[in-house]
């Protein structure tokens, strides 16, 4: 175990699978305190907590669903009881692939309620210790449709462009606080194009539906449409740029929409 982050507290929403596991387990690798949550079953529980457990830095789980703002004040300030926020990690989100025409009151509702509206609760409640501290990271993990469109996705584009818009302002609000020494509070997106995680599933599954149930092809399909690389990230991917923008040296990285898209926003 490095110990970059050793002493520092790391509250990484929606970390129980995919892109927030990988993340948490990147900090726990240097030696950050990790606050797993999520709405997992028992068993995934413990198998996350098990895979940070290996990496011998310490976690506890807290739940909470996150489209209720009375519980993202719950989860914080639990989290706070527990340490400091010194790491916060905007990551719990959901996709829903829908038409305007389809999408209802509750689906919007809902997409901006987890992916965006959660997220400025917790940076409200945590950014002002980051500050009398002169050390913190807010990393939301926006998407590239924080960036670009694409069609039958309103809900959740509408929700990552707030996200980017979200982590400019913060950043701005608090560019000064803490020294070089201090490492200084910051606060960037991370943009990723197409992961695999849970998330993308029910993509991939309709999409292998015309490639007669191909689910290889299906990939190479949803690649060929957007991602130039014709390559998904792997979760790791993004947990390594997260570390990144937690070390010291990234102190003047704020306000940044970092795409890891294999030239997705690049066209
Ligand atoms: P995932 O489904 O593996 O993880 C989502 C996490 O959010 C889970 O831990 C889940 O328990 C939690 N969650 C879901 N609904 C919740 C709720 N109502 N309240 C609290 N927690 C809830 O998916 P992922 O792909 O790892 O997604 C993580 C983030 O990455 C999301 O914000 C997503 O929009 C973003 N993203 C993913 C991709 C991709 O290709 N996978 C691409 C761009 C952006």
């Known amino acids: 175990m490095g110990d970059m982050l050793k002493g520092r507290t790391a509250l990484v929403t929606g970390s129980t699978s995919g892109i927030g596991l990988a993340i ?9 305190r990790i606050a ?19 990496t011998g830095a310490e976690a506890r789980f807290f739940d909470g669903d996150l489209r209720d703002p009375d519980k993202v004040e719950a989860l914080v300030a639990a989290v706070a009881d527990w340490g400091p926020v ?14 305007i025409a389809e999408a209802d009151r509750a689906v919007w509702d ?6 965006l509206s959660a997220c400025f609760h917790a940076m409200r409640l945590v950014l002002p210790g980051m500050k009398a501290r002169g050390f913190g990271r807010v990393i939301n993990i926006a998407s590239v449709h924080g960036i670009v469109a694409s069609q039958a996705k309103a809900p959740y ?34 943009c990723p194009g197409w992961v695999e995680t849970p998330l993308i599933e029910p993509q991939i599954a309709a999409r292998a539906e015309q490639h007669g149930g191909d689910r290889d092809a299906a990939v190479r399909s949803l690649l060929a449409e ?27 990285v704020t306000g940044v929409s970092l795409p890891i898209d ?6």
């Open 157 to 190: 584009v509408a929700s990552k462009f707030g996200l980017v818009g979200l982590t400019k302002v913060a950043a701005l609000e608090y560019a000064d606080a803490g020294t070089r020494e201090s490492g200084g509070v910051t606060v960037n997106a991370i």
């Open 110 to 115: 809902a997409v901006i309620g987890l992916n």
């Open 262 to 267: 294999g030239g997705w926003t690049s066209q």
């Open 226 to 252: 957007k991602q130039p690389s014709l390559r998904t990230a792997e979760p790791s991917d993004i947990g390594a740029a997260a570390l990144y923008l937690c070390s010291r040296a990234a102190h003047n």
């Open 86 to 99: 010194d790491i916060l990690v905007n990551n719990a989100g959901m996709q829903k692939t829908v038409t």
């Open 36 to 54: 797993l949550h999520g709405l997992p079953k028992q068993e995934e529980i413990d198998a996350a907590l098990a895979q940070i457990g290996a």
């Open 24 to 32: 948490a387990t990147s900090l726990a690798e240097e030696g950050a």
